[in-house]
C-alpha cells in the first residue's frame, strides 16, 4: 500500500491569482508617483493614441484605467470600485525609513492620512481644465 500524505491545503490556486500578470494593474505607490502634480498634468493631457479605449483622452489617475468616453469615466466616479480605490490612497505609501524604523532604527511614526480628491472635481472649479479633452483647431470655413 502507497503511503498517502495528508494535504492540509486545498492547493496554491488562491496564490495563483495573485501571481497573474494578465490583468495586472499599478500598484498603490505607482499610482502615488502618478499623483504628483507633473506626472499627473502628463497623465491628464496625453497625445491621441487610438489603440487605448477613448483615444487615451479619458483616464482615471486614481485606477490607471482608460475610459472609452467622458461620460463612462464620470460614470466611473461614482462606482464602488473608484471610492475604495481613494479610501486606499488616503494612506501615505511605506518608504525605507518606515521600514527602519519598524526593524528599530529609529521613533515610530504613524501614518499620515492625506485627502484625496476625485479628478472630476478640480475640473468643475476651473473651466479651463474641463476643456482639456482632444483639442481640435477649427477653420474659418475657407476650403
Known sequence: ?????????????????????????????????????????????????????????????HCARHFISDSALQDHFRTKVHKRRLKALEIEPYTVEDSERAAGLGSWKAPVKRKIETQGKSSESD???SNKRMRIDEDDGEL
Open 1 to 61: 500500500m502507497v503511503y498517502k500524505r495528508k494535504k492540509y491545503h486545498y492547493g496554491d490556486t488562491h496564490l495563483k491569482k495573485k501571481w497573474r500578470t494578465k490583468r495586472r494593474t499599478k500598484d498603490l505607490d505607482e499610482i502615488d508617483e502618478d499623483l504628483k502634480p507633473e506626472n499627473c498634468q502628463k497623465l491628464l493631457n496625453q497625445p491621441v493614441d487610438f489603440d487605448k479605449p477613448g483615444s487615451g483622452q479619458h483616464y482615471c489617475i
Open 127 to 129: 473651466p479651463e481644465s
